[in-house]
């Protein structure tokens, strides 16, 4: 302390300060370490989402490392010397061509190329016409008349692509607008506008062609392939969700969107954007493959999509009553079983090999199905018919209130309430009868059951309690339970209705799956 040589300066540390910086760093380390876990986790948990996506579909993976290819075989003319002392900087238009022009599939890639060849075209040669008028009108003028012509295209380019008729050549006035604006504006600059709309033309027209070759020699991606491939997949979805039967009651409406089923029927329903957009693309492709002759019906596909979209509503329907809360009685539930069954996995199958005749573009009689699901159909409406009076819940009233007429029950969800409320409406009707009997805890008879009889058939389900019993009234809840039990078991005849409405529809579907397999010449 005081600077003499070989003085020693001691520091006494508290044990309990030690401690406590000994805590702090490993608390510290702790959550460094755990940092970099979750980090690590994170890392790995994107590598196995980016693996399950690339392996739902091998295309997209393909389509990218085209991407890859075409931009660097354009990029090449930058990169080498000859080719950019030809070109010049505009020879980045080429690498704008490709990054814009270059889509998934071979029609849409057609499609974007024709849009952006024309849309060039017409700009140029409207650039190269206004930019020589301006030049003659002299210098003062010659700037006025640009951003006049400037602001005029911009409108009319704007307003043309909201034109309904016009709304596939929206990408084309697109490129009008920027391409006429940078032409005539550089050009103006640069005081040669002719040979700035030529350069450009170039580098285009060499973006335009690396985009296409790659794009068609490198593992194709057509759309018509992937617009067949989509409407077998909805085919197939309509017939799993048909054939699925979930047990009643498992499910509620609250899990009901989660479930794997209603997410099939979902996509086809949703389905309609994607199919028109293929069938379009599809249009712009040559005969490739097994569509070998011009003129290919793509629009018949997209009319085969919105029938077979009519049918997944059903299927929804029928999910939307299998997974609601107001539930038939067990016993009616295994009266109709047989023969629901015996219907949607006829209809399923049905579904299935239309979808296989669009897959293996080979037409097939599907007469012999249809007559099955007509015949099953046929006798699940005769059982229908025949058991119809276990649908409803009646009950006679007595004419006087002597009368010892027994009362009419029908099957109820359970034989003890059916036995509980005969008892109970026998009493009831015998005013000179004596006064209930009192239960344990000070409660009646008639409150008991009045109790027990809400609690199974309230709608939707909740406590007793919630009920504000009413002190007067007598039996007036016996009409208003009769009404639930009937409510529930007209569930099941809602779903029988909904299943005939979809062998109905099933019908136009056939038609129209022979009307692609004629046109398309399976």
Not at 78 to 94: C, D, H, K, M, Q
Not at 183 to 189: D, L, Q
Not at 226 to 242: G, H
């Amino acid at each position: 302390m005081n600077g003499k040589k070989g003085s020693c300066v001691e520091i006494n540390i508290p044990s309990s300060i030690t401690t406590k910086i000994t805590k702090q760093q490993l608390e510290s380390g702790k959550k460094k370490s755990a940092g970099n876990g979750r980090d690590l986790f994170s890392c790995k948990a994107w590598i196995e989402k980016v693996w399950e996506f690339a392996k739902e579909d091998s295309n997209r993976v393909i389509f990218s490392f085209k991407v890859g290819l075409a931009v660097l075989l354009v990029s090449l003319l930058i990169l080498f010397r000859a080719p950019y002392e030809v070109f010049g900087t505009n020879i980045i238009w080429s690498i704008l061509t490709v990054a814009i022009m270059f889509e998934y599939t071979v029609g849409a890639t057609f499609n974007r190329g024709f849009n952006r060849a024309l849309g060039s075209l017409l700009a140029g040669i409207l650039a190269i016409g206004v930019a020589q008028m301006a030049l003659s009108s002299g210098r003062v003028a010659e700037p006025f008349i640009i951003g006049t012509s400037i602001f005029f295209i911009g409108a009319v380019t704007s307003f043309m692509k909201l034109w309904p008729s016009l709304v596939p050549y929206e990408y084309g006035f697109r490129v009008i607008l920027f391409t006429y604006c940078l032409i005539i504006v550089s050009g103006y600059r640069m005081g040669n506008p002719l040979r700035t709309a030529m350069d450009r033309m170039y580098s285009i027209a060499i973006g335009g062609f690396v985009a296409v070759l790659v794009n068609v020699l490198v593992f194709p991606i057509w759309a018509g392939e992937q617009l067949q491939k989509e409407l077998v997949k909805n085919f197939n979805s309509v017939a799993d969700s048909l054939e699925d039967h979930p047990e009643f009651s498992n499910t509620v409406m609250d899990e009901f969107p989660d479930d794997p089923v209603c997410k099939k029927c979902k996509a086809t329903l949703n389905s309609s954007a994607k199919l028109e957009s293929l069938a379009d693309s599809a249009k712009w492709e040559p005969p490739h493959g097994r569509f070998r002759h011009f003129f290919y019906p793509w629009s018949e596909y997209v009319k085969v999509g919105a029938v077979l979209r009519y049918c997944a509503y059903e299927v929804m329907a029928l999910h939307g009553v299998l997974h609601s809360e107001i539930q038939a009685p067990y016993n009616l539930r295994i009266t109709f079983q047989p023969e629901i069954r015996d219907v949607t996995s006829q209809a399923a199958e049905l579904v299935r090999c239309l979808g296989k005749d669009i897959s293996s573009m080979k037409r097939s009689l599907k007469t012999c199905l249809l007559k099955r699901v007509h015949s099953s159909t046929e006798r699940l409406q005769r059982t229908i018919d025949m058991h119809s009076y276990l649908l409803t819940t009646t009950y006679c009233d007595p004419p006087d209130n002597n009368s010892s007429k027994s009362v009419v029950l029908l099957p109820k969800l359970s034989s003890d309430l059916s036995n509980q409320l005969a008892e109970l409406e026998s009493k009831s009707l015998d005013k000179d009868s004596t006064p209930a009997v009192i239960v344990q805890g000070g409660e009646s008879y008639h409150e008991m059951m009045r109790k027990q009889s809400r609690r199974l058939h309230s709608w939707p389900s909740r406590e007793v309690d919630a009920f504000a019993f009413e002190e007067e009234g007598g039996l007036d809840f016996l009409p208003r339970m009769r009404a639930l039990e009937s409510t529930a078991a007209l569930s099941l005849a809602t779903y029988t209705s909904l299943l005939i409405e979809f062998v109905v529809r099933l019908d136009h579907l056939v038609e129209a799956v022979d009307e692609l397999s004629k046109m398309a010449k399976f």
